[in-house]
């Protein structure tokens, strides 16, 4: 038996009216206007060669290269912002980002976001824990444009996502070697060099190589480098007279500060101020000081971690795309995609309220997280020497390590033929296999002065029994984490679809159907808790659970069916108006037992197999799909975030001077969020008290801190950028 969740159908009727003005000494460029109606999108579209804007009968964003430096994202999910209807919360920085979508729920990640390069999907589930698709790409001067299309004919082709998908398009050679070369300072300490060169090969064929590298200190500077590192694109494209041959590659390595919550004063219901001694414009808890550490719950004896390396990206990319035109009304389109690499976060997580280091040794119970020692008996220390105050503010944070090492590769093959005039039908085939293999260690709380560029403590004290119990480590550890796991999952996509273009005089009609089948299956090891040093004198590993050598596994099987159909008119060249409904299925585990409610779990112990079963709530089932491989759902707590500048193009060299907005505060009737403790450009905390990520989830929560949102300061960095366009030969 088959369970299946239908989303409603979804009808969305547009007009597109345009009105186009030119300077008269600025000469229309049109090979560069691509953001235009007459501009071709090729996403969302069945057969080769696309249609134009004005025609296609769905919700499609277009930006060029010039556009897109116009839009100055501070990163690849805040260029989602030019989109209607979308809403990316980038705050924590460069990665991690939660991008919500008008129409479709909320509460974190981006589930129905796909990121594409050259039409492939990057990988084969748009979400998972620790990960979403925009943190492995990034934007630079290799880009030509990107295409970002609002539901319609995205359920059918290539990945199948219901809600948005943005794809990205390289910059090729041409016949006319041509290129720039851009420089960026910044007063954060950010240094940026970006580069692009295009050439011809020889006959038919073209080369290309680009990209950039960057290091900057961060708005809220950590004591090391915030932002570091840099990718290189190259692409080799053969043209024929029937079809056209594109190769790329792409190795991205950088390390991104994931910038989490500082503590901010709230007096009622709207009064809002600094923490003492707490910049709301720079502060940040990073420091030197807990830079590096080694973290003694991980998964197999432990680790080293440093913050510097953030939440970055290590990953390679090879694709290649092949358009032909066969002849009498027969083409094909094949576009092929293989990456893999390391996504990795270190970063500091919400931990307990903050307090004095009195009330934290003494009076605060332990449900609150307190120490609860006895009277007078604790000694407290900075790591490096000095006693600490009683009267100095302190907090706890998780010091979080993820380690995630994914692998994807995935091909989309389509046939099509012109039936006859003005119509064609494409068969297609999408076919996605993808691997990810975790190590985490959550919830290591660190001792710490609450401060910007903090200072762990240590703290011992003296039991009934006269003996000396280290309450935390050398580091300043409270505990060796509560979640240290070890995850493995693969899954296969396989997709046919059929889809049907039809021209009648002004009207362009298309309808499309899918059929797809997912197979995954993810393994996490069970966990028991351990006394690591065997003293019970050392608080903090007393009892850290870690694995025990058996798995909880879930094994996931199930197909279904998509559709869309769409109708466009056009008017005028200048006009036109749109159509369209379609429906996405969201799978749910297939029952295997009356009493047993999609899904089984199992434990291997050795050789026995233990199983056991277990009820799955039916609104945790509709997601499964996109959290299938990640099933520790922790909470999100990225907060501000300073961003690179962008680089506007110039016919001659160019120097400017900017300022650069960090935070963007949501206008009257801007997409609500929902579902985050996270409002725009601040994290909003009580007095003396950090609201738990949990308790900020609460939809009552939002809704009253919601209009706080407006007082939120903006905060600015001063950029400088001078780029030196070229073309034809360079000597």
Same mark, same amino acid.
């Given at each position: 038996?088959?369970?299946?969740?239908?989303?409603?159908?979804?009808?969305?009727?547009?007009?597109?009216?345009?009105?186009?003005?030119?300077?008269?000494?600025?000469?229309?460029?049109?090979?560069?206007?691509?953001?235009?109606?007459?501009?071709?999108?090729?996403?969302?579209?069945?057969?080769?060669?696309?249609?134009?804007?004005?025609?296609?009968?769905?919700?499609?964003?277009?930006?060029?290269?010039?556009?897109?430096?116009?839009?100055?994202?501070?990163?690849?999910?805040?260029?989602?912002?030019?989109?209607?209807?979308?809403?990316?919360?980038?705050?924590?920085?460069?990665?991690?980002?939660?991008?919500?979508?008008?129409?479709?729920?909320?509460?974190?990640?981006?589930?129905?976001?796909?990121?594409?390069?050259?039409?492939?999907?990057?990988?084969?589930?748009?979400?998972?824990?620790?990960?979403?698709?925009?943190?492995?790409?990034?934007?630079?001067?290799?880009?030509?444009?990107?295409?970002?299309?609002?539901?319609?004919?995205?359920?059918?082709?290539?990945?199948?996502?219901?809600?948005?998908?943005?794809?990205?398009?390289?910059?090729?050679?041409? &016949?006319?070697?041509?290129?720039?070369?851009?420089?960026?300072?910044?007063?954060?300490?950010?240094?940026?060099?970006?580069?692009?060169?295009?050439?011809?090969?020889?006959?038919?064929?073209?080369?290309?190589? @680009?990209?950039?590298?960057?290091?900057?200190?961060?708005?809220?500077?950590?004591?090391?480098? *915030?932002? &570091?590192?840099?990718?290189?694109?190259?692409?080799?494209?053969?043209?024929?007279?029937?079809?056209?041959?594109?190769?790329?590659?792409?190795?991205?390595?950088?390390?991104?500060?994931?910038?989490?919550?500082?503590?901010?004063?709230?007096?009622?219901?709207?009064?809002?101020?600094?923490?003492?001694?707490?910049?709301?414009?720079?502060?940040?808890?990073?420091?030197?000081?807990?830079?590096?550490?080694?973290?003694?719950?991980?998964?197999?004896?432990?680790?080293?971690?440093?913050?510097?390396?953030?939440?970055?990206?290590?990953?390679?990319?090879? #694709?290649?795309?092949?358009?032909?035109?066969?002849?009498?009304?027969?083409?094909?389109?094949?576009?092929?995609?293989?990456? @893999?690499?390391?996504?990795?976060?270190?970063?500091?997580?919400? @931990?307990?309220?903050?307090?004095?280091?009195?009330?934290?040794?003494?009076?605060?119970?332990?449900?609150?997280?307190?120490?609860?020692?006895?009277?007078?008996?604790?000694?407290?220390?900075?790591?490096?020497?000095?006693?600490?105050?009683?009267?100095?503010?302190?907090?706890?944070?998780? $010091?979080?390590?993820?380690?995630?090492?994914?692998?994807?590769?995935?091909?989309?093959?389509?046939?099509?033929? &012109?039936?006859?005039?003005?119509?064609?039908?494409?068969?297609?085939?999408?076919?996605?296999?993808?691997?990810?293999?975790?190590?985490?260690?959550?919830?290591?709380?660190?001792?710490?002065?609450?401060?910007?560029?903090?200072?762990?403590?240590?703290?011992?004290?003296?039991?009934?029994?006269?003996?000396?119990?280290?309450?935390?480590?050398?580091?300043?550890?409270?505990?060796?984490?509560?979640?240290?796991?070890?995850?493995?999952?693969?899954?296969?996509?396989?997709?046919?679809?059929?889809?049907?273009?039809?021209?009648?005089?002004?009207?362009?009609?298309?309808?499309?159907?899918?059929?797809?089948?997912?197979?995954?299956?993810?393994?996490?090891?069970?966990?028991?808790? !351990?006394?690591?040093?065997?003293?019970?004198?050392?608080?903090?590993?007393? *009892?850290?659970? !870690?694995?025990?050598?058996?798995?909880?596994?879930?094994?996931?099987?199930?197909?279904?069916?998509?559709?869309?159909? #769409?109708?466009?008119?056009?008017?005028?060249?200048?006009?036109?108006?749109? #159509?369209?409904?379609?429906?996405?299925?969201?799978?749910?585990?297939?029952?295997?037992?009356?009493?047993?409610?999609?899904?089984?779990?199992?434990?291997?112990?050795?050789?026995?197999?233990?199983?056991?079963?277990?009820?799955?709530?039916?609104?945790?089932?509709?997601?499964?799909?996109?959290?299938?491989?990640?099933?520790?759902?922790?909470?999100? !707590?990225?907060?501000?975030?300073?961003? %690179?500048?962008?680089? %506007?193009?110039?016919? !001659?060299?160019?120097?400017?001077?900017?300022?650069?907005?960090?935070? %963007?505060?949501?206008?009257?009737?801007?997409?609500?969020?929902?579902?985050?403790?996270?409002?725009?450009?601040?994290?909003?905390?009580?007095?003396?008290?950090?609201?738990?990520?949990?308790?900020?989830?609460?939809?009552? $929560?939002?809704?009253?801190?919601?209009?706080?949102?407006?007082?939120?300061?903006?905060?600015?960095?001063?950029?400088?950028?001078?780029?030196?366009?070229? %073309?034809?030969?360079?000597?």
């Amino acid at each position: 038996m088959i369970s299946k969740k239908f989303l409603p159908a979804a009808l969305a009727v547009a007009v597109i009216p345009t009105v186009q003005a030119q300077n008269a000494d600025q000469p229309a460029i049109r090979d560069t206007d691509e953001s235009g109606l007459e501009t071709i999108v090729v996403t969302g579209v069945a057969a080769a060669g696309g249609v134009k804007k004005l025609e296609a009968s769905y919700n499609i964003v277009t930006a060029n290269e010039a556009e897109i430096r116009r839009a100055n994202p501070k990163s690849t999910a805040d260029l989602l912002k030019i989109s209607p209807g979308m809403w990316p919360e980038s705050s924590g920085g460069q990665t991690g980002a939660n991008i919500e979508i008008a129409g479709f729920p909320g509460g974190g990640d981006a589930p129905y976001y796909t990121t594409q390069l050259m039409g492939s999907p990057l990988y084969g589930m748009p979400t998972l824990s620790f990960f979403e698709t925009s943190s492995i790409f990034r934007l630079d001067d290799t880009i030509r444009s990107t295409e970002i299309l609002q539901g319609g004919p995205s359920v059918v082709f290539a990945g199948g996502q219901m809600g948005a998908t943005s794809n990205f398009l390289l910059k090729t050679g041409k &016949e006319t070697p041509e290129g720039s070369v851009g420089l960026t300072y910044g007063d954060e300490n950010l240094m940026r060099a970006d580069a692009f060169y295009g050439f011809p090969i020889g006959e038919s064929w073209f080369g290309s190589i @680009g990209g950039f590298w960057r290091t900057s200190d961060g708005v809220r500077d950590p004591e090391f480098a *915030a932002d &570091e590192g840099g990718q290189i694109t190259a692409t080799l494209k053969h043209e024929a007279d029937s079809g056209q041959f594109t190769l790329y590659a792409r190795y991205l390595d950088d390390k991104n500060q994931f910038i989490t919550p500082i503590p901010v004063i709230q007096r009622g219901t709207s009064d809002f101020s600094e923490y003492p001694g707490f910049d709301a414009q720079t502060g940040t808890y990073y420091s030197k000081d807990i830079q590096k550490v080694f973290l003694g719950g991980y998964p197999n004896g432990g680790t080293n971690a440093d913050l510097a390396n953030g939440r970055g990206a290590q990953m390679f990319f090879v #694709g290649a795309n092949y358009d032909q035109d066969l002849g009498n009304g027969w083409s094909i389109v094949d576009k092929f995609l293989v990456n @893999g690499g390391d996504v990795d976060t270190n970063a500091l997580f919400s @931990g307990p309220n903050p307090a004095t280091l009195e009330d934290e040794l003494y009076n605060i119970p332990t449900n609150l997280n307190g120490f609860e020692l006895p009277p007078g008996s604790a000694t407290a220390t900075f790591v490096g020497g000095g006693a600490v105050a009683p009267d100095q503010d302190v907090i706890q944070q998780g $010091w979080w390590f993820i380690h995630k090492e994914l692998q994807n590769i995935n091909n989309d093959f389509r046939l099509s033929k &012109e039936i006859f005039d003005g119509n064609t039908l494409t068969a297609g085939v999408y076919l996605a296999y993808y691997e990810m293999d975790d190590e985490w260690s959550l919830g290591s709380l660190m001792f710490m002065a609450n401060e910007p560029n903090t200072r762990p403590i240590t703290v011992s004290y003296v039991n009934g029994a006269a003996q000396t119990v280290q309450f935390t480590d050398a580091q300043g550890f409270v505990n060796y984490g509560g979640f240290n796991i070890t995850e493995k999952g693969h899954a296969f996509n396989q997709a046919v679809y059929l889809s049907d273009s039809w021209r009648l005089d002004k009207w362009l009609v298309d309808a499309s159907v899918r059929w797809e089948k997912q197979q995954a299956s993810n393994r996490v090891c069970n966990l028991s808790n !351990v006394n690591q040093d065997g003293d019970p004198l050392t608080n903090y590993d007393n *009892a850290v659970p !870690v694995c025990n050598g058996t798995f909880a596994i879930t094994d996931y099987d199930e197909d279904f069916t998509s559709w869309t159909v #769409g109708a466009n008119y056009s008017f005028t060249d200048h006009m036109s108006a749109y #159509g369209r409904v379609n429906r996405r299925t969201l799978p749910r585990l297939r029952q295997r037992h009356p009493r047993q409610h999609h899904g089984q779990h199992r434990s291997h112990a050795g050789g026995e197999e233990l199983r056991s079963r277990i009820q799955v709530p039916e609104r945790a089932a509709v997601r499964r799909r996109q959290r299938l491989l990640a099933r520790f759902h922790r909470p999100r !707590v990225p907060a501000d975030h300073g961003g %690179r500048s962008a680089h %506007r193009p110039a016919p !001659v060299l160019r120097l400017r001077v900017e300022g650069r907005e960090l935070h %963007r505060r949501p206008d009257a009737g801007q997409f609500p969020f929902r579902g985050r403790g996270q409002l725009p450009g601040r994290r909003i905390h009580g007095l003396r008290r950090l609201l738990p990520v949990h308790q900020c989830r609460h939809r009552q $929560w939002l809704r009253t801190h919601r209009r706080r949102a407006a007082a939120a300061p903006a905060q600015a960095a001063l950029h400088a950028h001078a780029q030196l366009p070229f %073309r034809g030969t360079v000597g």
